[in-house]
């Protein structure tokens, strides 16, 4: 079944923030954010702006009616500068005028004093002045210090990544209309309805339920709107509380990418030893997470790093330490992988280290330590699934070793052009890491037509969790999809939700309508039976019919619903789901985190032009563990726009902070992100289908972040197809490998004899 929003996309008729049409009245907001990263305030002058034409209103943080106030995690961040400013792009004062225009206009009149500070962008130099966000955290399996003395190979090195913009297509964005007795409506881009809500509750001091905020779809979040959203809910709903007029704000792409957080990039050290067959018998990390100026999400991040910092691999020996580093850029954020990435990131390093130096392919060492059942991960919970299955089929579907022989013949026939092939495997965590989160509520309708209405927690956002409900809801009451409908996210009708995040979206929100869809099919069954005067086991419906020990009854299903709702029974469910059997011990480390674990290897073959520096990707091809497929089409876009966005994030996508704070690649012109032409030519896809588990909706497998990490392969390709161009090179690990630094590297030690 195709996405249901495929006809209006295509169309352009689906509605995101800027296409709600406007309420008379409608103002405009616009703010004045800091132009330094660091410093004190003196004075705020707002007398300018206030004269400027248009403006209905000028506010700081003295205007605050609640608390000044939007850190979630940990109370660090101010809506509104009122002493300091901890980042360049961080609001000050805002503006409300008649238009858009006029609000900017009136927002470059306002005059802040501000007196410098010292700046830090770099996390290691944030570490030695103990500028930690929250303490380092630890995690343990076995005891590495003393087998180190058992290895026969040991190699330390580093490993940075860089961060990365969300570069969702629409940016962010609210627009808040008063309602009626001192009530807010506020539409939000945002990934987390009820965080909007909170955060606009607390600013104002209004209780939540003053606050209704509704989400029709985002163009896009990519963890970027998980938190990120709340701050211009926050400053809309303000403007409205003040001004009784409906306020919007809809952020320009350079506004956007100055004022908000990205991927953390990490700076890391490892440590890797290995015995005599090539096993991993021990391995230490030390992370140290860019988190910028606040903590944001950062510690939720930090953990995230931990628990996939040995990717696929079981090793009996971990000692892994992360420490979340304040800097003075704007606070990073949940990104696609949510750190895990960036874990994953450096024991790959660890890896292409060891292999370069032992003179074999990484793929040797990949292949011999992957995790198998049974085994246990640093954080205590135990694999459940081989990593091996994908491997192995990998190596089968894609005939690898015709691969790697056509790879090594173009090498040898090409001096000027040289490809590098890459293995990435693949083990994401399936579960929000803080347990709580982990639960979700649907709400079903069924009108007396026999149409059906769902609403739950999930926000669309691209990827096609709507139609992931919707095929729950029309698959138990086997209706036709077209009978059914899926709603709005809204706070007023699911209360209290999780963000749509962590790619457990679809398995929260779809298990909630499955079992909200269930109890009303048993009513209707109880319904049939006593119409038909059958037991109730008899009975069956299916495609619209009652059936009868499997034959066709005359009772249809709209005559059904009107029956039901003839005799007074409910028509209507509320239901609520909790992920089970999750648990985190955060004073040992230990626990059983994960619902489950999405499984997955990638093979990535790049070809380079050793002129010029540049490459093409030829192939990237999969197996990836996707439980029983719900949704075919939605499944491959969420594997192929991940891939590319990991790709991306690992060769191509450069954010450029100068020491000052200041972001340089601030616009699209400065910001490269892959497009149609930097694509692979060939993603090739193969689902490893089973409906072994059934922990996620419908027995298949969370989608939305595990395949961004094949991506990873990318930079080992590229790394591989350099050193068969320049044997002598041995190109650092420091992502994103760009066509300047593969030119860089073809060239490193290497005297070019033509
Ligand atoms: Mo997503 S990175 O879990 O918002």
New binding site residues.
């Given amino acids: 079944m195709r996405n249901i929003d495929s006809f209006t996309h295509v169309r352009g008729e689906s509605i995101y923030l800027d296409d709600i049409p406007l309420t008379e009245g409608t103002l405009f907001a616009a703010v004045y954010d800091s132009p330094i990263a660091h410093g004190k305030i003196i004075n705020i002058d707002i007398s300018e702006a206030k004269k400027s034409k248009g403006v209905r209103g000028v506010f700081t943080y003295t205007d605050i009616p609640g608390e000044n106030q939007i850190g979630g995690i940990i109370a660090d961040e101010e809506l509104l500068a009122s002493s300091h400013v901890h980042f360049a792009g961080m609001p000050i004062v805002l503006v409300v005028a008649a238009t858009p225009e006029e609000a900017r206009a009136a927002a470059k009149k306002v005059k802040v004093d501000i007196s410098p500070l010292q700046v830090i962008t770099d996390p290691r130099e944030a570490k030695g002045k103990n500028e930690l966000i929250v303490p380092p955290r630890t995690f343990r399996l076995g005891d590495t210090s003393s087998v180190w003395k058992d290895c026969e190979y040991v190699f330390e090195g580093k490993a940075d990544s860089n961060g990365q913009e969300h570069l969702y297509i629409e940016t962010q964005g609210a627009y808040a209309i008063p309602q009626e007795n001192n009530s807010i409506k506020v539409y939000s881009s945002t990934?987390g309805p009820t965080a909007v809500q909170r955060c606009c509750s607390r600013v104002l001091g209004y209780p939540m339920h003053r606050i209704e905020v509704d989400v029709t779809r985002l163009g896009g979040?990519?963890?970027?709107?998980?938190d990120q959203a709340n701050a211009w809910g926050a400053l809309c709903a303000l403007a409205t509380h003040h001004l009784k007029k409906p306020v919007k704000f809809s952020l320009h792409r350079m506004e956007d990418m100055r004022m908000t957080g990205k991927r953390h990039p990490y700076s890391s050290d490892f440590k890797i030893g290995l015995n005599k067959d090539l096993k991993i018998l021990a391995y230490e990390a030390t992370f140290y997470q860019n988190a910028g100026a606040a903590a944001d999400l950062s510690p939720a991040v930090l953990e995230r790093t931990l628990f996939h910092c040995t990717n696929s691999y079981f090793i009996p020996n971990v000692t892994a330490t992360a420490y979340s580093c304040r800097t003075h850029l704007p606070p990073n954020t949940?990104?696609?992988?949510?750190g895990g990435p960036q874990g994953m990131f450096v024991i790959e390093s660890a890896i292409a280290q060891a292999a370069d130096e032992l003179g074999i392919k990484a793929s040797v060492i990949q292949k011999k330590n992957l995790i198998a059942t049974g085994e246990e991960f640093p954080y205590g919970q135990k694999a459940k699934s081989e990593a091996s299955d994908c491997w192995n089929k990998a190596v089968e579907q894609y005939s690898f070793e015709k691969l790697q022989m056509d790879v090594d013949q173009f090498n040898r026939e090409n001096f000027l052009y040289k490809k590098g092939i890459a293995f990435m495997p693949i083990c994401f965590g399936i579960s929000f890491t803080k347990t709580l989160m982990n639960q979700a509520r649907s709400l079903v309708h069924i009108y007396t037509d026999g149409s059906v209405i769902v609403s739950t927690g999930a926000v669309e956002m691209g990827q096609g969790v709507n139609t992931k409900i919707l095929q729950v809801a029309s698959k138990i009451f086997s209706i036709s999809p077209d009978k059914v409908k899926v709603n709005s996210t809204n706070t007023s009708r699911i209360a209290n939700t999780s963000?749509?995040?962590?790619?457990a979206t679809a398995d929260l929100n779809g298990k909630a309508t499955m079992i909200a869809c269930e109890t009303i099919l048993n009513r209707l069954k109880q319904v049939a039976s006593d119409e038909l005067k059958i037991a109730i086991d008899a009975i069956s419906i299916q495609d619209e019919h009652v059936y009868v020990k499997g034959a066709r009854s005359e009772l249809d299903w709209k005559k059904l619903v009107m029956l039901a709702y003839v005799n007074r029974i409910s028509l209507s469910e509320h239901a609520h789901y909790s992920t089970p059997e999750i648990n985190f011990d955060l004073t040992k480390e230990k626990g059983h985190p994960f619902a489950y674990h999405v499984f997955g290897t990638a093979i990535i073959t790049v070809t380079v032009d050793c002129l010029r520096g540049i490459y093409e990707f030829d192939s990237v091809k999969v197996v990836h563990d996707s439980g029983s497929m719900m949704n075919d089409f939605v499944d491959r876009g969420q594997c192929e726009g991940g891939i590319i966005q990991g790709i991306g994030w690992m060769t191509m996508e450069e954010i450029i902070y100068d020491t000052e704070g200041k972001l340089k690649s601030n616009a699209l012109s400065t910001y490269k992100v892959p497009d149609v032409y930097s694509a692979p030519k060939i993603i090739d896809l193969h689902f490893l289908q089973n409906d072994k588990d059934n922990l996620a909706v419908m027995r298949s497998k969370a989608v939305?972040?595990p395949p961004l990490m094949y991506g990873i392969g990318a930079f080992f390709a590229l790394r591989n197809a350099i050193m068969a161009f320049n044997s002598k090179s041995r190109p650092k690990f420091s992502a994103p490998m760009t066509p300047e630094k593969v030119l860089m590297n073809l060239y490193e030690k290497k005297k070019v004899v033509v």
């Avoid at 979040?221 to 998980?226: A, D, L, N, Q, V």
């Avoid at 949940?334 to 949510?338: C, M």
């Avoid at 963000?499 to 790619?503: D, F, L, R």
Wanted: aromatic fraction near 16%; charge should be neutral.
């Fill in positions: 990934q979040g990519f963890g970027g709107k998980e949940a990104f696609r992988g949510f963000p749509s995040a962590a790619s939305g972040e």
